[in-house]
């Protein structure tokens, strides 16, 4: 991955998108700290896809999400009765 400090990212973007498009995921730095990284377009949506399900995706599935318990029909007891 080629790294761009910001200034060169700002004065040569058409390049900088040329090395994204051709060479894969481009990094910008700002006063030499890692500030943000160019992908390409395809990897974005694979990565964004990949990252989380669609909340219909959650609702449609068939696997839980937490392991409860639940008590058989009849079988919860009820709490007693305090008579003040």
């Known amino acids: 991955m080629h790294t761009w400090p910001v200034q060169d990212a700002k004065d040569k973007?058409?390049?900088l998108l040329d090395a994204c498009i051709h060479e894969g995921p481009q990094l910008v730095t700002r006063r030499g700290t890692e500030?943000?990284?160019?992908v390409p377009i395809d990897?974005?949506?694979?990565l964004n896809h990949a990252a989380r399900p669609s909340l219909?995706?959650?609702l449609l599935s068939d696997v839980g999400r937490v392991d409860w318990e639940?008590?058989?029909r009849g079988a919860a007891s009820?709490?007693?009765v305090i008579e003040l």
């Not at 500030?35 to 160019?38: D, G, K, M, S």
């Not at 990897?43 to 694979?46: A, K, Q, S």
């Open 13 to 15: 973007f058409s390049e």
């Open 35 to 38: 500030a943000a990284v160019l």
């Open 78 to 80: 009820r709490r007693p």
């Open 70 to 72: 639940v008590p058989p």
């Open 56 to 58: 219909k995706a959650l």
């Open 43 to 46: 990897e974005w949506h694979r």
